[in-house]
């Protein structure tokens, strides 16, 4: 009987990656496939929601000072919760969170590893029915191990990142990850409730025909990325060029669509928001990484995103990603007009 061995589960795919590196301890496999139940159970919520109470405000306001959507409360908690009783990960940092939270067990001690979560972006669109997402950063310890994990764990730059994914719940659910060997989509097949290898070496073109930013902040942005917008709407018009304009509000969704069909993805500085809107950490940092390991870019306007040292877990920051070749056409104007 010949077995169909074309489909890898998540599971088969981390399994095979450490066939591949024998002297891997398989920790990060092990996280990664935790990731992946967390997601599924989240799915299940996502899919539903609307037809349970499990919509709307929990009448709380998390450390952002943004309402908290009931499920957001529910993401959070399902992964930390299989990280906890996992055998990999020390302590998780959350945008729900206002610190880091230390596992302290004798076996949470021992892991290498720490994660970064944003459990649900976009949960304002939670209401509306819009595709929304789970974003995770993994880095390698650099407290002793044997003890509790510290806070400098998880204050460290997105280069030091190990692997980074996100969960979009959308048309259907995908996990795409990225350790440095490459990034890997996987589709979540509900016949057999496992997310399978559909989008294998995902690469970002290095051109694109999309920009992505929210217009309605145009007069709040510097001259450079006014002077960049203007770039890319003559480029689609007047001859209805190739440019055009995608901005779902749900970062996860926007950044998804530009890495598989090439694209820029901009949340600038505004004069309200000099600091920016997203959150370097748990936000930034990961797609950074997914994007760079694709071969895109992402910056803050003036320097890498992966080269900045964070002050502190909950820090904004400027964020422009996507195409190699968009981006360095982006800073050009960024240059010229330093004060972006
Ligand atoms: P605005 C969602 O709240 C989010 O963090 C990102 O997912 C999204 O790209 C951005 O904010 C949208 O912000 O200000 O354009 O509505």
């Known amino acids: 009987m010949i077995v169909n061995r074309k489909v890898l589960t998540l599971d088969e795919f981390t399994i095979q990656q450490l066939r ?13 496939r935790d990731i992946g139940l967390a997601a599924k159970r989240v799915n299940v919520e996502v ?49 729900e969170l206002e610190d880091v939270v230390v596992f302290d067990d004798e076996v949470s001690n021992q892991s290498k590893y720490v994660c970064l979560f944003d459990p649900l972006d976009g ?17 390698r310890r650099v407290s002793e191990l044997g003890k509790p994990c510290r806070k400098e764990d998880f204050l460290q730059p997105g280069i030091k990142q190990v692997a980074a994914g996100y969960i979009i719940y959308g048309s259907s659910t995908m996990m795409v990850y990225a350790t440095r060997r490459g990034v890997n989509g996987f589709t979540l097949d509900p016949s057999i409730g496992e997310f399978t290898l559909s989008h294998p070496h995902i690469q970002c073109p290095p051109d694109g025909k999309i920009y992505s930013v929210n217009h309605g902040n145009f007069f709040k942005y510097g001259q450079g990325v006014k002077k960049y ?4 709407q003559r480029k689609g018009n007047p001859e209805g060029g190739p440019y055009t304009q995608r901005y779902i509000g749900s970062m996860v969704a926007d950044v998804h669509r530009n890495l598989i069909k090439g694209g820029i993805f901009m949340y600038p500085a505004t004069t309200d928001k000099p600091g920016g809107k997203l959150r370097l950490l748990y936000e930034c940092n990961p797609f950074a990484f997914i994007v760079e390991v694709a071969g895109g870019r992402a910056t803050n306007g003036k ?25 360095e056409e982006l800073e050009t104007f960024l240059k010229d007009n330093p004060n972006t």
Not at 20 to 32: C, K, Q
Not at 125 to 132: F, H, L, Q, T
Not at 229 to 232: A, E, N, P, S
């Open 123 to 139: 949960s304002g669109n939670i209401d509306v029915n819009v595709s929304i997402g789970t974003i995770f950063g993994v880095y």
């Open 20 to 32: 591949d590196f024998p002297h891997a301890t398989g920790e990060l496999s092990n996280l990664l």
């Open 229 to 232: 917008i203007d770039l890319c």
């Open 47 to 95: 899919n539903k929601a609307g037809l349970v109470d499990i919509l709307g405000d929990i009448g709380t306001v998390n450390v952002q000072g943004e309402d908290v959507k009931k499920l957001d409360v529910f993401a959070n908690n399902q992964f930390m919760g299989v990280l906890r009783h996992g055998i990999s990960c020390a302590g998780i940092g959350s945008e």
């Open 303 to 327: 320097e890498r995103i992966l080269d900045i040292q964070p002050a502190s877990l909950h820090q904004r920051s400027p964020f422009f990603i996507g195409s190699k070749n968009m981006m």
